[in-house]
């Protein structure tokens, strides 16, 4: 953590929810210092914005498109807990890291110290949240299966990820032993329960065999 408190922005077209989480942050004046996000050329990028996902599901892609390619801010996707797939679109998009709505206060400070200091030691149970790293699952693990709940074949996956199929049916073998299932109806019934489904065209076909709600990466 830095000496200084960290500058945090919140963008929720929530008011109650912006609200709220500045509430929360700004009793901790030591550690965090709420400051409102750049609006113009020039404004100072916050150290840690934080990303209500709801703004997705209105359309509102180009903030977080600025904030993810444009700004030098760590950004925290913060997920609903009945739509992952928001959060998994946010993660796509190039998030740094994600935290629920309904977090405590210490694990909210724990994820904003976190997303800062670069996922450091210390900080297991932010690292957590990351798809896929309860179970032990790869960065390219986790790739791959979100391609898979997407309902591409190897060889669509093998291209897009730009591995051979070879490489793909490896990966594919030790992320089933990790999640511990034996098939691919298998594998995408977990990964789009645990918020690696994708609303990219064929997706919900995929979703809709295996008796669940569409959700996304």
């Known amino acids: 953590m830095t000496s200084q408190p960290l500058s ?6 929530q008011e109650i929810v912006h609200e709220g989480v500045v509430a929360i942050l700004s009793r901790h004046p030591d550690k965090v ?3 409102r996000l ?15 996902v709801i703004a997705l599901l209105r359309g509102d892609t180009a903030t977080l498109s600025y904030l993810v390619e444009m700004s030098t801010s760590k950004v925290l996707a913060v997920g609903r807990d009945l739509r992952p797939d928001l959060v998994c679109r946010a993660l ?14 210490k694990q909210l400070l724990t994820a904003v ?13 932010a690292k957590a949240s990351r798809l896929g790293a309860d179970v032990g699952l790869s960065e390219r693990e986790v790739e791959v299966l979100t391609l898979i709940a997407r309902g591409l074949p190897n060889q669509q996956v093998a291209a897009r990820l730009f591995l051979s199929i070879n490489s793909v049916k490896t990966y594919v073998r030790t992320a089933y032993r990790k999640i511990g299932v034996e098939s691919r109806s298998e594998a995408v019934g977990w990964a789009i329960r645990h918020g690696f489904g994708s609303e990219e065209p064929g997706t919900s076909e995929v979703v809709r065999h295996q008796g669940l709600e569409p959700r996304t990466r």
């Open 113 to 125: 110290e976190a997303a800062a200091s670069g996922w450091e030691e210390g900080a297991e149970e």
């Open 8 to 13: 945090v922005g919140v963008y929720s077209p």
């Open 92 to 105: 796509a998009s190039g998030v740094d890291g994600f935290f629920d709505l309904g977090v405590d206060e």
């Open 38 to 52: 750049p609006s113009v050329p020039g404004d100072p990028d916050p150290d840690v914005v934080l990303y209500d």
């Open 33 to 35: 210092t709420v400051v």
